[in-house]
């Protein structure tokens, strides 16, 4: 999966996006979510993607999610071990390094390395 610069989308936007069959726009979505001013929302919405059938959308949910950390500097941990568990058993082991990456990411970029 190759990264992909950073668009400004709309919760309209992302939505809308998240619905179609473009993978590669879905996945470049999920990972520019950061610029939406809502915390809760930009969260929730990349959490719910996390366990989609996907590879490639489980993993762009979860650097979405750190991309969260960095900038809000906090992310709800408990939530996000619990949408890691939603994740299809086939994915789970190929995604455990992206997961561990996602944590590292947590740890630095929320405050003092709390999370929740």
Request: contains cysteine; glycine residues 6%; aromatic residues 8%.
């Amino acid at each position: 999966m190759q990264f992909l610069p950073e668009e400004n989308y709309s919760k309209e936007e992302a939505k809308v996006i998240s619905k179609s069959d473009d993978k590669l726009l879905i996945c470049k979505m999920l990972t520019s979510l950061s610029n939406i001013d809502d915390f809760e929302w930009t969260q929730s919405f990349l959490l719910t993607h996390i366990g989609d059938e996907d590879l490639d959308i489980n993993r762009c949910a979860i650097y979405g999610l750190a991309g969260v950390a960095r900038n809000f500097g906090k992310i709800d941990k408990m939530k996000f071990q619990q949408a890691v568990l939603d994740i299809p058993a086939k994915h789970a082991e190929e995604l455990e390094g992206v997961i561990q990456d996602a944590l590292d990411d947590f740890a630095i970029y929320t405050q003092h390395g709390r999370l929740g």
